[in-house]
């Protein structure tokens, strides 16, 4: 089993930035995918963005030059930096990782961003 622990959520207005943490328990098998996924109220839950175990990186349309996504494998912990924050991306925020060996996949609890004035 994976735990994923995420923080960094809140309140922001349009335009400010927040940074999502992500920390995973343990990483069961060396090649992995950890992201980001987001649900808005009524909407499908969609891809933010990923990183790939060798450092391959992919975003959603919508979040392409406003967010970046990093890693610290010596802490096992994914980041999201989002900057030009826009109501739209108002969600709850999901950390995912995914395991190819196993084909398996871990949630997180997610985090509610809110961008709002």
């Known amino acids: 089993q994976v735990q994923l622990v995420e923080s960094g959520g809140g309140l922001v207005q349009p335009g400010g930035s927040l940074r999502l943490s992500c920390a995973a328990s343990r990483i069961i098998f060396s090649i992995y995918v950890m992201g980001w996924y987001r649900q808005a109220p009524g909407k499908q839950r969609e891809l933010v963005a990923y990183?790939?175990?060798?450092?391959?990186?992919n975003y959603g349309d919508s979040v392409k030059g406003r967010f970046t996504i990093s890693r610290d494998t010596a802490k096992n912990t994914v980041y999201l930096q989002m900057n030009s924050l826009k109501p739209e991306d108002t969600a709850v925020y999901y950390c995912?990782?995914?395991?190819?060996?196993?084909?398996?996949?871990?949630w997180g609890q997610g985090t509610q961003v809110t961008v709002s004035s």
């Open positions: 990183i790939t175990s060798d450092g391959r990186t």
């Open positions: 995912n990782v995914y395991f190819s060996a196993s084909r398996n996949d871990y």
